[in-house]
């Protein structure tokens, strides 16, 4: 069965600074991996996703993501950060390409940003 | 782009009733819908998984005939909270299916009191 593992429960950086959200994951097949960010009592928004090709995955926001394989990681990463990124960050897995196969979540890492 | 509208975004209900979630799929045909359950500052918890016309696959400790899933067409999944008491509080995310992602409604706060 996947799994996913965000060992942060909250992160705080300075506007402005580099930030990075970790994410490990945990698959018996190819991993599809997914980052969606959660504002207060909304759904979630699309960040990423790493299906192939590239490791190093560029989404929304000026958020990226880059794929390990061999460390079994997919950390999400910003170069600057703003107050405005401050939310619910959640790193997802699906155990292969099977489209109707829900995603398996990991627990959030909360993001502040502090101006 | 394809949007799951999710309706209502909240409700307060009194224990013992009942409270229906809307999810409609507004510009494609959603065959899988998933349901999860989000408790405050934890983890999206998958429910169920309902497809169109068949019924719906609910996840290990699910109360099947408490959180009851109907899927009648490819634009429109329901999740509909029975008897519902303090402990059902809330709140609940579908997502659909698509392309190679999935699209997410905006979710319901359910508050029973």
């Known amino acids: 069965a996947q799994s996913v593992a965000q060992p942060e429960d909250q992160v705080n950086v300075a506007e402005g600074n580099p930030l990075t959200v970790k994410c490990t994951y945990s698959?018996?097949?190819?991993?599809?991996l997914f980052w969606y960010v959660q504002y207060p009592n909304r759904g979630l928004q699309f960040l990423l996703k790493y299906i192939t090709g590239d490791n190093l995955v560029k989404g929304s926001y000026g958020f990226e993501a880059e794929f390990n394989k061999s460390q079994t990681s997919f950390h999400l990463k910003k170069p600057s950060a703003l107050v405005s990124d401050s939310a619910l960050y959640f790193c997802a897995v699906r155990d292969g390409p099977a489209g109707n196969t829900p995603l398996v979540f990991g627990k959030g890492t909360r993001l502040s940003v502090i101006a | 782009g394809a949007v799951v509208s999710q309706h209502p975004s909240w409700v307060i209900c009194k224990s013992g009733t009942s409270v229906k979630i809307e999810c409609r799929s507004l510009?494609?045909?959603?065959?899988?819908m998933f349901w999860y359950r989000q408790f405050p500052k934890q983890s999206l918890m998958l429910m169920a998984t309902s497809n169109e016309g068949s019924k719906a696959t609910y996840e290990q400790g699910v109360e099947k005939d408490k959180f009851l899933i109907n899927h009648a067409s490819l634009t429109l999944s329901t999740l509909t909270v029975t008897s519902a008491h303090p402990e059902d509080s809330s709140f609940y995310i579908c997502?659909?299916?698509?392309?190679?992602?999935?699209?997410f409604g905006s979710g319901t706060r359910l508050t029973v009191v």
């Open positions: 698959v018996s097949g190819n991993p599809y």
């Open positions: 510009d494609f045909q959603a065959t899988t």
């Open positions: 997502s659909a299916v698509l392309g190679g992602g999935y699209t």
